[in-house]
């Protein structure tokens, strides 16, 4: 099971999206699913989930654009992850992002 579930909501930002997905995979924290949530592109997004073949990202797509809450709704829906975590589709982390917070929240558990 997946510590983490991280949630990405996506909207025709394919031109960025890989760089979100290259920055969770170089976590050096590496219990976690990505939920890359689709809202309806029209642009080449699936073409740049296709490009990674970790098992980790799962790519789910809404038919048609409802907006960003209900993206991560739908998300949140299908997390397996003990910790939730969300990062927007144009953003990046830096390596250590996971790895602090998991620390931070259970060293206050």
């Not at 789910?60 to 997390?79: C, D, R, T, W």
Request: aromatic fraction near 12%; avoid cysteine.
């Amino acid at each position: 099971m997946f510590n983490v579930s991280i949630i990405i909501p996506t909207y025709n930002r394919a031109n960025v999206l890989g760089r979100s997905l290259n920055s969770v995979l170089n976590q050096t924290y590496q219990n976690f699913e990505i939920l890359v949530i689709d809202d309806g592109s029209f642009d080449y997004t699936k073409k740049v989930i296709k490009q990674f073949s970790d098992l980790r990202i799962n790519y789910f797509m809404h038919e048609k654009n409802m907006g960003q809450n209900v993206a991560l709704n739908s998300g949140l829906k299908i997390a397996n992850g003990e910790y939730i975590a969300f990062l927007d589709s144009d953003d990046e982390w830096l390596p250590l992002m996971l790895e602090k917070q998991i620390k931070k929240y259970e060293s206050l558990a």
